[in-house]
């Protein structure tokens, strides 16, 4: 069964993200005293008691703000009250009931679906009388709580425990979530893919670089039975363009915190820029974290193309990326959706070969053929052995070569090894790392 959502709600900056992450138990969404911070749908499960929920974060409210970012913060929290089966309305105890809760009350009412009133910034025993004129909103008793001393949260807790039911039995998650994270730089369309991904407008789509500025989860359960839970990143971009640091620092760190956690990672790319020195510096990040990869190049509908545009496009971008020379290229549209329903598909094939487990007699019949077929290198008389190779793990393929002399392992014949492993057993779109250690032998 799917666990039921509470949405947190509510005008801008009355505290909904300090009691968010007060509850996840880590600073998930981003906290700055600034109106509009948090622009999207932020998720985390919580479990409280016997109860298991999906919490979410919305940006504020601002009933009546023409600006393009704030009507669309003003959507996305609509878009989770329609989603929601409780919904936590926050006001501001030390500011007061104003005329904007009583719109976003009106609204609440009209869902007909339960609401907790929750009264935040009391920080002090002796302002809980500044509760009651939130009577007048006839969404029943109001809360005290201060998020950030940590005080009357559990009385919130309990409050929207009292309208779920509790966990009956140990759900059994037998298959793997794969955790797909969509990076690259500001305005190359990762929100607009990951909205065609869902089919949903998940994610604001906004010309302004830089609209989404958290990692967003979305689950995702594919017609084939496959879940993916699909990471929506800011754009990292580079320090010097960087103008509002301690905000856009949270947001950077948080990308590169997706890549550090995912399974496969969406390296987005605008065609029309084609392969830039931050791209290769995103690319670098997750090659060192050893994650698979797909490069998709986006907005290719704007490409004038003739009959080899994509193979030298490919070939550009991968002699742009050599480290990552292993990464399928996928060219699409997320605007028309041209091309988008490949993406979740090699997401796949890259995730299997990631996972991909080769017995250790298989893997020394084939570093027997490959020695054969090139021997090792010597220096000062003295030729490289390799004795036996196993792989260590998964995820990336880790593989054991033990040696004579570890000094004696050139690169080059590294390189060609692992050239000769990918010829053999594909490990497309993922990294492939090797050990090598020395293990003396005694001469026959």
């Avoid at 809760?101 to 009412?109: F, N, P």
């Avoid at 500001?186 to 302004?208: A, F, W």
């Avoid at 989404?212 to 979305?218: E, K, L, M, S, V």
Wanted: hydrophobic share 40%; charged share 25%.
């Amino acid at each position: 069964m799917a666990k039921p959502i509470v949405a947190v709600v509510g005008r801008p900056n009355v505290g909904k993200s300090t009691f968010f992450n007060k509850i996840a138990g880590k600073r998930i969404s981003i906290v700055e005293d600034t109106p509009g911070v948090t622009r999207d749908r932020i998720y985390c499960d919580v479990e409280w008691q016997n109860y298991r929920f999906t919490m979410i974060d919305t940006g504020g409210i601002d009933m009546h703000s023409d600006d393009v970012l704030l009507s669309q913060m003003r959507h996305q929290a609509e878009i989770a009250i329609d989603t929601a089966d409780v919904i936590c309305f926050f006001c501001d105890g030390r500011q007061g009931l104003t005329d904007d809760d009583r719109e976003v009350a009106t609204i609440l009412r009209r869902t007909q679906k339960p609401v907790v009133l929750c009264i935040n910034k009391i920080d002090d025993i002796k302002m809980n009388d500044q509760i009651y004129e939130f009577y007048e909103l006839g969404l029943g008793d109001p809360l005290a709580l201060s998020a950030v001393n940590m005080m009357g949260l559990g009385d919130v807790l309990e409050a929207i425990c009292n309208h779920l039911e509790p966990v009956q039995e140990e759900e059994d998650d037998e298959h793997h979530i794969i955790q797909l994270a969509v990076v690259g730089r500001p305005n190359v369309g990762k929100s607009s893919l990951v909205n065609r991904l869902l089919g949903q407008e998940r994610t604001m789509v906004s010309d302004i670089a830089g609209t989404t500025r958290d990692a967003i989860d979305t689950e995702y359960h594919a017609p084939d039975g496959t879940t993916y839970n699909i990471i929506d990143t800011a754009g990292i971009r580079r320090k010097s363009v960087i103008e509002d640091a301690s905000l856009e620092r949270y947001s950077v760190l948080r990308s590169i915190a997706a890549i550090e956690r995912c399974d496969v990672a969406l390296l987005m790319i605008d065609a029309q820029d084609g392969v830039t020195e931050q791209d290769t510096k995103i690319a670098g990040i997750i090659h060192d974290e050893g994650k698979a990869a797909v490069v998709v190049v986006n907005k290719w509908d704007m490409i004038e193309k003739d009959t080899n545009t994509m193979e030298t496009f490919r070939k550009k971008v991968l002699e742009n990326l050599k480290f990552m020379d292993y990464a399928p290229v996928l060219f699409l549209s997320a605007k028309t959706g041209q091309r988008v329903h490949t993406v979740l598909d090699m997401v796949d094939q890259v995730w299997a070969q990631a996972c991909k487990r080769v017995p250790t007699g298989v893997l020394n019949d084939i570093l027997h053929d490959a020695i054969a077929d090139f021997q090792p290198p010597a220096s000062n008389g003295r030729r490289l052995k390799i004795y036996y190779v196993t792989q260590q793990s998964v995820c990336p393929p880790t593989f054991i070569f033990f040696v004579n002399d570890e000094k004696l392992m050139h690169f080059s014949y590294e390189r060609y090894l692992e050239n000769y492993f990918r010829k053999t057993f594909d490990f497309n779109g993922t990294p492939v790392r090797f050990i090598i250690r020395e293990r003396k032998r005694e001469e026959s």
